[in-house]
C-alpha cells in the first residue's frame, strides 16, 4: 500500500485534488469503499484509452473509494488480455447495435488505430461502455455480497462461541 502521509503532501497531487486526498477511504478497507473501487476499476478497465490508471484514481479520489484496488483492478486489461476484452466488447456491442460483424484483427499501432477503428467504434465504445458497467456493477454486487456472507459467519461464529463460554 502506498504511504498515505506522503500522498497527501505531495504539491502536485494537492494542486489538483486539494483536500479530497485526506479522505481516509481512500486507503482504508471497509465495504463500501472496496464495493465502490472493484466498480471503477473493472468499468475503468474496459475504457480502451492508455491513461486508464490515472482516470481510475482521479475517479477513485472524486468518489472516495479505496484508491490502491480502484487503479490495480485496472490492470485486468494489460497488453496480453486486452485483445480478447475488447473483441468481447465489440461483440456485444455489435449485438446491441444488431450490425453484423466485421472481421478484423487487433493490432496495438497508430495505424490500425486509423484504418479499422474508423469502422467498428460505434459498436466497440458502446460494447466497451456497457461490458465494463455490467462488470463493474457485478463486481460491486459480488464484494458486497461477500463481505455481508463474512459478517453474518463472524456473528454465527461469535454467538457459537459465547453460548459455549456459558456453559
Known amino acids: 500500500m502506498p504511504d498515505h502521509k ?28 472496496v464495493s465502490m473501487a472493484f466498480f471503477v476499476g473493472l468499468f475503468m478497465s474496459f475504457v480502451p484509452l492508455p491513461s486508464q490508471m490515472i482516470m481510475a484514481a482521479a475517479v477513485a479520489i472524486l468518489i472516495r473509494c479505496n484508491l ?14 486486452m485483445p480478447p476484452i475488447f473483441y468481447f466488447a465489440y461483440k456485444v ?38 461490458s465494463g458497467l455490467v462488470f463493474g456493477l457485478l463486481g460491486y454486487t459480488s464484494i458486497r455480497l461477500l463481505w455481508r456472507l463474512h459478517i453474518i459467519s463472524a456473528i454465527k461464529k461469535r454467538k457459537i462461541k459465547k453460548s459455549k463460554n456459558k456453559l
Open 6 to 33: 506522503k500522498i497527501t503532501k505531495n504539491k502536485q497531487l494537492n494542486n489538483v485534488f486539494g483536500t479530497l486526498l485526506h479522505d481516509p477511504n481512500l486507503f482504508h478497507l471497509n465495504r463500501r469503499s
Open 68 to 81: 490502491p484496488i480502484a487503479v490495480g483492478l485496472v490492470w485486468i486489461s494489460n497488453p496480453v488480455t
Open 93 to 130: 456491442g455489435a449485438t446491441l447495435l444488431n450490425t453484423p460483424e466485421r472481421e478484423f484483427t487487433f493490432d496495438l499501432s497508430w495505424e490500425w488505430l486509423g484504418t479499422e477503428l474508423e469502422a467498428i467504434w460505434q459498436p466497440f465504445l458502446l460494447g466497451c461502455t456497457v
